[in-house]
């Protein structure tokens, strides 16, 4: 028995054993800890906005919600903003803040504008410090809430209004309240599943009379219905405890949306914009809802009320409106007629959403729109556009092959740009630098592969644009029926368009045919047959809107949404539908085979969000679908090697979000990109792992991009712009063994030793800049786990092996990025009065290959970086190495007179010291000695005075230093001439330091010590 106890023990040691031996590390988040998306806006332009509110108190407190891009927070009146949302659901649909206790925010997600791009919310949140830090305080599956109200008596009432789910029915939907400050919540009003709260409004007079707006509605893929039996108006007068509804004078059969507004000024009146069966427009009531009056049934009032028929009373004036709509609309008369200050042209971006007036000056109005922040000081007959908040929404983004290289992209509602990765200024990408190509809502964007004169654009329902940047002229090139009896061309919205990989010459549109052009869609052709469903169900846009009609083609269905020719073949192309189908040629379109049956456990019909073919294995596709317009909110990613005869799943429990793009590596297999709707996802396992990338935040990835020359990973999101990941060279060298690895080395690109420049810009702090990338060396390495106790440095070595720069190494788990900014350090210069800042930059080292060292304890890991010229820049290898060796000579003067500088000002420090109590003639004559030399060779008394020896030494080394090439013949002769005037204050320093002995022997008498100097290594080795 013994020996079987001793046999079982070994036994469970051995499993023990190899259970800890074959388990491997597995791609988490923390992996990309150091991997940083830098944000390049641009907010020249700016997105869809859904809410405004600011402190009743402190009116420069303003908190702005974007339909896909967070929350904004202003201290300054709106000057400039910062985001406080970034970790949370980036949709916002509502912002209440509690002017009791103004640092209490309650934010609802998910946008309530129901327009067929919203995205989703994930609950209701709760900050307490004035946005620092959140709390989910429940909703978490009612993806929209329209409201947030506070009862101004009771800080712990909170009615919300959740209209639920936009694409099926929901339980959730309803209004809420809650006594408890948010820690529970009960439902006070439902209709059904069909029906949610689209509004909620209490008496400011009478905290316990509420307000509420039920609304029936439903989004499909190809329809929109606003209205029905469940749309009505209540009233409570207990808070909510029991309800009525409030009818008379409010038009009869269905309603659809309704928008309340109490004004605060008047007790007891009401307003309403009602969608209506028979008779929409604006009501008023002026005895709490008993009975109401038909005020205004203009168009601008009643226009597309799902996306708009928001509007606020001015708190002061009752007869005073603000109308949301495709233009601002202003009432003076309780909205008996309205003015428009300004329309199409006009200055301000239309299809507005938001407003919020400050309550102690009514004259300021802030409104937000499909364009950004506008704000007025006059009430509302001008505005002014507030550029700093980068909450664009791509759809698609593209690149060119300049230096820097350009990226091109369509927006919601706001057209066609592109404009620099990178730009010259320090300050970063400015809102002038973006170019604009096109209106509309944009989409695809390519610039011609070989004529840099010619930009693709296209918007909704295929709209397709040739435009030429040197003339400015735009040719439509959209494909049109050419013969009698052709059935009408289905373009979706966001039709697709695709450039061909093989031919520059090729470009590619879908309708319900896929079309392909030679000629720069001067003329198509028809290279396939009707590639979809053809559901007559699903093609009755024109009825499409509910009790309000509205085709704008965004119900467009049963056309091609997604297009890729293989780099491989040309012949080989494939295509995405919006109704579910997945075709494949392999002959250039002559036939066609659908091989979505081929997909297990993907639901029918669903939406094809992008296909792939891979520039690996010709067999090889990657797709990608979206369900979530059936309120299918999984995420679907399959790949197939065999041309789609089977597919395999690549999704995993931890992808967050429906599914928009996929992108396979330019250089690794293995190496996949996926974007979400909740983010930017990277697989290093050919999709077996997935792991998600922490500094894109929850946005929605559209499309995604990689660079073939700079290997940046480029990302439209919906909501904050493009984003661009530096250089993805080091995750490709990311593996199995690289993550078991302790610490592990990876690769970069080849640095670019560009010369600063330097422009006189002074653009205050209301424009958003985009990030730069940053300049320096990228160094980057892994640690399999955070490095907290030892030593962690990091060490830069020339080619004899002679410690450049040492400095301290990043200590997070997972990829650590630091920059080496490519120079020596600055030149030791002593006590500097009256010299530039730059003057602590140090010289470029030269180009060429350097040896990295990462000291970690008492390992170290080596790996090579390279640096090479500015490609832009025109200078000869032979100009650079002149400049060098100029730069190097002024260096030296600097820190030879910076030695001098230091060691005279020292001794005027010691004596000083000793003649505090008692002048000594002899110390303070040597003193006066040291001083007079000393200003010989410094500035002193500040920056308007003719420079000294020190300083013309300076500023000829930052000039040479500003400039990449060879300096010129003055500036080299110039160098000479200054290198005899150090030399020649050498020679005066020498002759006082042969005095110094003697001083120092009277010192030595009088204070029993000595006055002391360094030599020039002591002095080097300062820090």
Not at 65 to 74: E, L, Q, V, Y
Not at 244 to 252: N, S, T, Y
Not at 365 to 391: A, K, M, W
Not at 515 to 525: E, P, Q
Request: glycine residues 10%; aromatic residues 12%.
């Amino acid at each position: 028995m013994k020996n079987k106890g001793v046999l079982v023990f070994f036994i469970a040691i051995l499993l023990a054993f190899s259970s800890i031996s074959f388990s491997k590390t597995v791609l988490d988040s923390s992996a990309f800890n150091g991997l940083t998306a830098r944000e390049i806006g641009p907010a020249v332009m700016g997105g869809r906005i859904t809410a405004i509110e600011g402190v009743s108190s402190n009116p420069n407190i303003i908190y702005v919600g974007s339909a896909g891009g967070g929350i904004w927070k202003s201290i300054n009146g709106g000057t400039s903003f910062v985001p406080i949302f970034d970790d949370y659901t980036m949709s916002i649909g509502s912002i209440a803040v509690d002017q009791k206790n103004p640092d209490t925010v309650w934010v609802g997600t998910g946008e309530t504008n129901m327009r067929n791009t919203v995205s989703v919310g994930t609950g209701l949140y709760k900050s307490t410090d004035g946005g620092k830090h959140w709390k989910r305080v429940g909703f978490e599956s009612s993806e929209r809430i329209a409201k947030i109200a506070i009862d101004p008596e009771n800080s712990d009432i909170i009615y919300v209004a959740v209209p639920g789910h936009l694409w099926n029915d929901s339980k959730d939907r309803g209004l809420y309240k809650s006594t408890d400050g948010g820690k529970t919540w009960k439902k006070i009003l439902y209709v059904n599943e069909k029906t949610g709260c689209i509004d909620v409004e209490i008496d400011p007079q009478r905290p316990e009379v509420i307000y509420a707006s039920m609304w029936q509605f439903r989004r499909w893929p190809y329809f929109f219905k606003s209205g029905g039996p469940g749309s009505n108006i209540y009233r409570s007068d207990d808070g909510g405890k029991t309800w009525k509804k409030i009818r008379k004078g409010l038009p009869k059969g269905m309603l659809g949306r309704v928008s309340l507004a109490i004004a605060p000024s008047r007790p007891g009146t009401v307003y309403a914009n009602v969608e209506a069966e028979k008779k929409s427009g604006l009501y008023v009531s002026y005895d709490m809802g008993e009975n109401w009056k038909f005020v205004n049934g203009s168009n601008f009032v009643k226009m597309r009320p799902f996306y708009f028929s928001h509007f606020v009373v001015d708190p002061k004036d009752f007869r005073r409106l603000y109308l949301t709509g495709l233009f601002l609309s202003i009432s003076k008369n309780g909205g008996k007629s309205f003015s428009f200050p300004f329309s199409m042209g006009g200055g301000v971006h239309p299809d507005l959403h938001a407003i919020w007036i400050n309550p102690k000056n009514t004259k300021q109005v802030f409104v937000g729109c499909d364009g950004g922040v506008y704000r007025s000081n006059n009430y509302g007959r001008q505005f002014e556009f507030l550029s700093s908040l980068p909450v664009s929404q791509f759809y698609h983004v593209y690149y060119d092959l300049e230096t820097p290289y350009n990226v091109y992209g369509g927006l919601q509602d706001n057209g066609a740009w592109y404009g620099p990765s990178k730009s010259f200024s320090s300050l970063g990408i400015q809102n002038k630098e973006w170019k604009n190509v096109g209106g509309g809502d944009g989409f695809y964007v390519y610039p011609h592969p070989k004529d840099k004169v010619i930009v693709y654009y296209s918007w909704q329902g295929g709209e397709l644009v040739r435009f030429n940047r040197r003339t400015k002229e735009s040719r439509s090139i959209k494909p049109l029926p050419t013969k009698k009896g052709e059935p009408k061309y289905r373009f979706n919205w966001n039709a697709a368009v695709a450039l061909s990989p093989n031919d520059p010459e090729t470009i590619y549109i879908g309708a319900q045919f896929l079309f392909k052009s030679t000629n720069r869609g001067d003329s198509w052709i028809e290279i396939s047959p009707d590639l979809t469903t053809n559901d007559p169900k699903k093609q009755q846009q024109e009825k499409s809107g509910g009790l309000t009609p509205d085709d704008t083609t965004a119900e467009n269905h049963c056309s091609i949404f997604t297009i890729s020719e293989s780099p491989l073949n040309k012949n080989l192309i494939w295509v995405g539908t919006d109704d579910g189908n997945l075709q494949i040629t392999r002959d250039g379109g002559k036939s066609w085979n659908n091989v979505v049956k081929n997909i297990k456990n993907l639901p029918p019909n669903t939406w094809c969000s992008s296909v792939i073919a891979s520039r690996f294995k010709e067999g090889k596709a990657y797709a990608t679908f979206d369900g979530h317009r059936t309120g299918d909110m999984k995420t679907y990613v399959f790949v197939t090697e065999d041309y789609g005869n089977t597919w395999k799943p690549l999704t995993k429990n931890n992808i967050k979000g429906y599914a928009h793009i996929i992108r396979e590596d330019l250089k690794n297999e293995n190496l996949l990109f996926l974007g979400t709707e909740f983010g930017l996802y990277v697989s290093i396992d050919g999709g077996e792992n997935w792991a998600k990338v922490k500094s894109v935040h929850s946005v929605a990835v559209r499309d995604i991009q990689i660079h073939p020359k700079t290997n940046d990973l480029i990302l439209a999101t919906h909501g904050r712009g493009i984003l661009i990941i530096d250089d993805i060279t080091p995750l490709r060298a990311l593996n199995e063994k690289v993550l078991e690895s302790s610490a592990y080395m990876l690769p970069s690109r080849p640095s670019v030793m560009s010369t600063p420049t330097y422009f006189q810009e002074f653009p205050g702090n209301g424009e958003f800049f985009g990030k730069n990338p940053p300049e320096g060396a990228m160094i980057t390495y892994y640690l399999k786990k955070r490095h907290i106790f030892g030593t962690l440095k990091v060490q830069v070595l020339d080619k004899d092996g002679k410690v450049i720069q040492e400095f301290p190494g990043g200590k997070t788990r997972g990829i650590n990025r630091i920059y080496w900014g490519m120079r020596y350090k600055g030149p030791k210069m002593g006590a500097s009065p009256g010299l530039s800042l730059m003057i602590n930059v140090g010289p470029m080292v030269p180009e060429g290959e350097y040896t990295v060292r990462l000291i970690k304890n008492r390992k170290t890991y080596e790996s090579k970086i390279k640096l090479i010229p500015d490609p832009i820049a025109a200078h000869s290898k032979e100009d650079r190495e002149i400049r060098y060796k100029a730069v190097m000579r002024l260096y030296n003067m600097l820190e030879r007179l910076g030695y001098i500088v230091d060691n005279t000002t020292s001794l005027m420090k010691q004596i000083e010291n000793m003649n505090k109590k008692k002048k000594y003639k002899k110390l303070e004559k040597f003193r006066k000695e040291l001083l007079s030399f000393t200003k010989s060779i410094v500035q002193y008394g500040g920056f308007m005075m003719e420079p000294k020896l020190r300083g013309r030494v300076s500023g000829l080394y930052i000039y040479i230093m500003m400039y990449g090439g060879k300096p010129t013949d003055s500036q080299l002769h110039n160098i000479d001439v200054l290198n005899f005037e150090v030399e020649k204050a050498k020679k005066g320093y020498d002759l006082l330091m042969k005095k110094l002995p003697s001083i120092n022997k009277y010192v030595k008498r009088k204070f029993g010590k000595q006055l002391k100097i360094k030599t020039f290594e002591e002095y080097k080795k300062i820090k």
